[in-house]
């Protein structure tokens, strides 16, 4: 009689993608037929943004704590055995009858959904290799909701109860469990393939030595299919290899030629000097004074002349650069002295003049810093009043990040959304949205704001102690606030991260992470974007909002919700009035 057959394998943290990448065929199992679709019957189908094995996992975990080595999840190995699905040729690999594969597939079904319920957060039955099986994931909760693989699996009582439950299970296809206590599954590498080299013995029965034959022939198929996926393994551990040392080698390359550039530009910083201004004061028309080699005059100027520096004694004024030169002896306009230059020394020489006067214009000229602008307490109201009602988010979240500073009203009622670096070190800049009177559709930065330095983010979920491990990006500041609504992962520490349209976004940040959401606005600004951004986070999922945008959809929820309560509200039967009677006398 044909055997059930189970196995499990205990899976860590560190353990669960690479078998989702054997179970997904993502890395190449050399005795799989790649022409053969595997059938997913529990969970998500496959698509481009659905999450992950460990995502699916740890989600169904929720927030409780997690030992460093414990055991987040339990793969199932469920199959039976071969004369079962082939038991007119046992030995034929690859081939199955469909009636018995369905029965036993619904049969698991049943099983795995009375026995564990959703605790199984997948399954898969594969039919690309040579005996058709199942691969079913287990996230070992106990009654209590804990997680406890030792309560659910520990010890040999325990195993041999689940051993006990799938083949009772399977019983009324007509598959037994195999002998309890069997040390055959413990049977070391090197007597297995002992007895896989031996002789069959002919005194057994035709059926029983056919069975055996067929168990050899599947062993010697398993040992060539082990060697083959050694020998794939051993090359890409040579390939991974090369290729970390083709890295290594552009790495030092890269470095080596920064430095060198790093020296030509010093060097080059060094050449650049100004056009010596005793050939510029000569065609200006001043005369040089024969007591000292360093003054230039005419009945207008007398000017000092040090390298690139000039005083004129006469209007006690000075200057740096032929450029300035020009410009205080013709007394004209930046513009107007280039074009004197130009035409009396040639392109070369004003591109050095213009160079020179470029250096000192950065050197001495004081950038626009940013300063945020001033808190305007009386107008703070009127924009949590536009945030509250007109876009529908939560009052709470809105005054949560009011005393954090992130959301403020300047003088013009514009609510004010501040750009931090993510280390939260520094404040870069602020986005600016109107939000007095009606279909006010000002948006912008304050000036001064360095728009690829910072962004405007806050962090929801999981406690305030806990790493950030999942990345939401979407583009303004108010879909951020929209879409930690509408999200509500709470288990896990989730950034919300505005990148300001299609701005810079902090890549190695993001490349940390395990998790990185793309929620830009489903339109075809928006998913340009989303293929830019996924260009550089590969590893990231695509999540597009029903409306045009998350605080288009929030709205639209709010709404339904509103209109919903109203109408159940219409629909309960109401109270019959009582008359009064008066006093009877």
């Not at 970390?244 to 470095?255: A, G």
């Not at 020394?345 to 626009?368: C, D, M, N, Q």
């Not at 948006?443 to 939401?472: C, H, M």
């Amino acid at each position: 009689m044909p055997h059930a057959i189970a196995r499990i394998a205990k899976l860590k943290g560190s353990n669960i993608t690479p078998s989702e990448q054997h179970t997904k065929r993502v890395k190449e199992v050399p005795n799989a037929n790649p022409e053969i679709n595997n059938i997913r019957f529990i969970g998500q189908p496959e698509t481009f943004d659905s999450p992950s094995l460990d995502t699916l996992v740890r989600e169904r975990i929720g927030e409780q704590t997690i030992r460093k080595n414990g055991v987040l999840c339990v793969e199932m190995l469920l199959t039976a055995s071969p004369e079962y699905f082939r038991p007119d040729d046992p030995s034929r690999a690859g081939y199955y009858q469909q009636k018995p594969l369905e029965d036993w597939k619904q049969a698991v079904h049943r099983w795995l959904d009375n026995q564990y319920g959703d605790r199984i957060v997948r399954a898969e039955l594969h039919l690309d290799e040579a005996t058709p099986h199942i691969h079913a994931y287990l996230v070992p909760l106990d009654e209590r909701g804990k997680l406890n693989c030792r309560g659910l699996f520990g010890g040999r009582a325990k195993l041999s109860k689940f051993q006990d439950s799938y083949a009772e299970a399977m019983s009324p296809l007509g598959l037994e469990r195999g002998i309890k206590g069997s040390r055959a599954k413990h049977t070391a590498v090197k007597q297995y393939y002992a007895a896989v080299n031996k002789e069959p013995d002919n005194t057994l029965d035709m059926t029983t030595i056919q069975h055996q034959l067929a168990d050899r022939k599947r062993a010697i198929k398993e040992k060539e299919t082990l060697k083959h996926t050694a020998q794939a393994l051993a090359k890409e551990k040579e390939v991974l290899q090369q290729r970390l040392r083709d890295l290594e080698i552009r790495v030092h390359t890269q470095n080596r030629e920064l430095e060198n550039w790093k020296k030509k530009y010093i060097e080059l910083a060094n050449k650049v000097r100004d056009f010596p201004l005793e050939k510029v004061a000569y065609e200006l028309g001043l005369n040089p004074d024969p007591k000292d080699k360093h003054k230039w005059q005419n009945e207008h100027h007398i000017i000092n002349l040090t390298g690139s520096k000039f005083y004129d004694w006469k209007e006690l004024k000075g200057g740096g650069g032929a450029i300035d030169l020009v410009m205080h002896v013709n007394d004209c306009d930046f513009k107007q002295s280039v074009a004197w230059l130009n035409d009396r020394f040639g392109e070369g020489a004003t591109l050095e003049s213009v160079t020179y006067k470029t250096r000192e214009i950065i050197k001495t000229e004081p950038i626009l810093i940013f300063t945020p602008p001033t808190p305007e307490e009386s107008k703070w109201q009127e924009v949590k009043k536009y945030l509250t009602r007109s876009r529908k988010l939560p009052s709470g979240l809105v005054d949560s990040l009011y005393q954090q500073g992130l959301i403020y009203a300047d003088d013009q009622q514009n609510a004010v959304f501040i750009r931090r670096s993510l280390d939260e070190s520094k404040i870069t800049g602020a986005t600016l949205r109107g939000t007095a009177g009606e279909d006010n559709t000002f948006k912008g930065l304050v000036k001064g704001t360095k728009r690829s330095e910072g962004w405007f983010y806050f962090s929801q979920g999981g406690q305030s102690s806990d790493p950030i491990n999942r990345a939401v990006l979407v583009e303004s500041p108010i879909d951020a606030m929209s879409i930690a609504v509408l999200d509500r992962n709470d288990s896990r520490r989730t950034i919300y991260i505005s990148t300001d349209g299609a701005g810079h976004i902090p890549n190695e940040f993001l490349q940390q992470l395990r998790d990185v959401v793309i929620a830009y606005d489903n339109d075809q600004a928006g998913n340009l974007m989303a293929q830019k951004t996924i260009s550089q986070l590969p590893n990231a999922v695509r999540k597009t909002p029903k409306a045009i945008d998350w605080n288009e959809e929030l709205v639209n929820r709010f709404n339904w919700l509103k209109e919903k309560r109203s109408n159940e509200i219409k629909e309960q039967p109401q109270p019959e009035r009582k008359r009064d009677r008066g006093l009877s006398l």
